[in-house]
């Protein structure tokens, strides 16, 4: 079991960069593939990235790619999402996800409903 704590979210301005992390206890991190999906009033959870276990690969949303970057460093146990050129379109509550490797995580890593274990996320509010 692993349990998540993101952090990093707050207020920004259009254009600006933010880099969320999100922590995570127990010592068999490198057992999980990790994501990173975000949720605004109203709407369905987006998916925004995914890393692999080893941070060999990674995924991306299509209305983040070329702008949000996600890494891993597992002696910290920790994943971030460095988001670049941030667009008011960006704000939402940010979560970060575990799912437990295994050999189908290409085909899954946009599914929310892929992951075992989720954080409570952070805010991120980017004004025009």
């Known amino acids: 079991q692993v349990q998540l704590v993101e952090s990093g979210g707050g207020l920004v301005q259009a254009g600006d960069s933010l880099r969320l992390s999100c922590a995570a206890s127990g010592r068999t991190f490198s057992s999980y593939n990790m994501g990173w999906f975000r949720q605004a009033p109203g709407t369905e959870r987006e998916f925004v990235g995914a890393i692999t276990w080893g941070g060999s690969s990674t995924y991306y949303g299509d209305s983040v790619k070329g702008r949000f970057t996600i890494s891993r460093d597992n002696a910290k146990n920790t994943v971030y999402l460095q988001m670049n050129s941030l667009k008011p379109e960006d704000t939402a509550g940010y979560y970060c996800?575990?799912?437990?490797?295994?050999?189908?995580?290409?085909?899954?890593?946009?599914?929310?409903?892929?992951?075992?274990?989720w954080g409570q996320g952070t805010q991120v509010t980017v004004s025009s």
């Open positions: 996800a575990a799912r437990q490797r295994d050999g189908r995580f290409s085909y899954v890593a946009y599914k929310s409903t892929s992951y075992n274990y």
